[in-house]
């Protein structure tokens, strides 16, 4: 692992996210954009994206994003179709705000990558992030209709929302984050949308064989190592 490799898991593990800057080309996100602009058909979210558009899995996982996504969860790796697996716009005048979860335990990781489509910044709602709240407790469970921060069970860590900061991304950027953290779309008050396209990726759970018919493996083997003599 090079020098450059080593910072950019230690940034990602210690703050809980990292912008790979320029990781899908013009011409790959041209491609996406114009299949997720037909798939959304007038709606701002829409689910089964790469059911709809099965070029999604050959753009992600070309080299400079593959290697990203390799570095944070090793050699063997799995998109997950159940979880997140959407397009998204961000239309003017939207306010999406609540700070939330993908994921609740620790234990069983996700890592969570968002494609910008189009550019994100201050003024169309780019992301907001709480950076090393993936290490705040969870009871591992949602506690509503998901992993929000403003339920009760978080009443502790809700006054750290001053710490929260907004990641600025151009077309073309992935921002990969742990499922764990706290982030949230922020409000757009341009006279533009955005859009984006989000995926959720894991480490082979050696534990298991075979794959779900929601998982699927995106690099490397589905290698089994469980004791079923246990």
């Given at each position: 692992m090079?020098?450059?490799?080593h910072?950019?898991f230690e940034?990602?593990r210690?703050?809980g996210?990292?912008?790979?800057?320029?990781?899908?080309?013009?011409?790959?996100?041209?491609?996406?954009?114009y299949?997720?602009t037909a798939?959304?058909s007038?709606t701002t979210?829409?689910?089964?994206?790469v059911?709809?558009?099965?070029?999604i899995v050959d753009?992600?996982t070309?080299?400079?994003c593959?290697?990203?996504?390799k570095?944070?969860?090793g050699p063997?790796?799995?998109l997950?179709k159940?979880?997140?697996n959407h397009?998204?716009?961000?239309?003017?005048g939207h306010n999406?705000?609540?700070?939330?979860r993908?994921?609740g335990?620790?234990?069983?990781g996700?890592?969570?990558?968002?494609?910008?489509?189009?550019?994100?910044?201050?003024?169309?709602?780019?992301?907001?992030?709480?950076?090393?709240?993936?290490?705040?407790y969870s009871p591992?469970y949602a506690t509503?209709?998901g992993?929000?921060?403003?339920?009760?069970?978080?009443a502790?860590?809700q006054?750290?929302?001053?710490?929260?900061?907004?990641?600025?991304a151009?077309?073309?950027d992935?921002?990969?984050?742990?499922?764990?953290?706290?982030?949230?779309?922020?409000?757009?008050?341009?006279?533009?949308?955005?859009?984006?396209?989000t995926?959720g990726?894991?480490?082979?759970?050696?534990?298991m064989?075979?794959?779900?018919?929601q998982?699927?493996l995106?690099?490397g083997?589905?290698?089994?190592?469980g004791?079923?003599?246990?």
């Amino acid at each position: 692992m090079s020098s450059a490799e080593h910072r950019i898991f230690e940034e990602f593990r210690n703050r809980g996210y990292y912008l790979a800057e320029q990781v899908v080309s013009a011409e790959d996100v041209s491609l996406i954009a114009y299949h997720a602009t037909a798939f959304l058909s007038g709606t701002t979210k829409r689910y089964k994206a790469v059911e709809a558009t099965p070029s999604i899995v050959d753009v992600i996982t070309k080299q400079k994003c593959l290697e990203i996504i390799k570095l944070l969860c090793g050699p063997n790796v799995a998109l997950t179709k159940n979880r997140h697996n959407h397009i998204s716009l961000n239309e003017p005048g939207h306010n999406n705000a609540g700070f939330h979860r993908d994921h609740g335990e620790w234990s069983r990781g996700l890592l969570s990558a968002v494609l910008y489509l189009e550019n994100a910044d201050e003024q169309n709602g780019a992301t907001r992030i709480i950076p090393g709240s993936h290490n705040w407790y969870s009871p591992g469970y949602a506690t509503s209709d998901g992993y929000w921060l403003d339920d009760g069970v978080y009443a502790d860590y809700q006054s750290r929302v001053v710490n929260a900061v907004t990641v600025p991304a151009k077309s073309g950027d992935v921002l990969f984050f742990d499922g764990m953290i706290f982030h949230e779309p922020g409000e757009n008050i341009s006279g533009t949308s955005r859009m984006s396209l989000t995926l959720g990726f894991h480490a082979i759970d050696q534990l298991m064989s075979p794959l779900p018919e929601q998982i699927l493996l995106v690099t490397g083997k589905n290698i089994y190592r469980g004791n079923d003599l246990a």
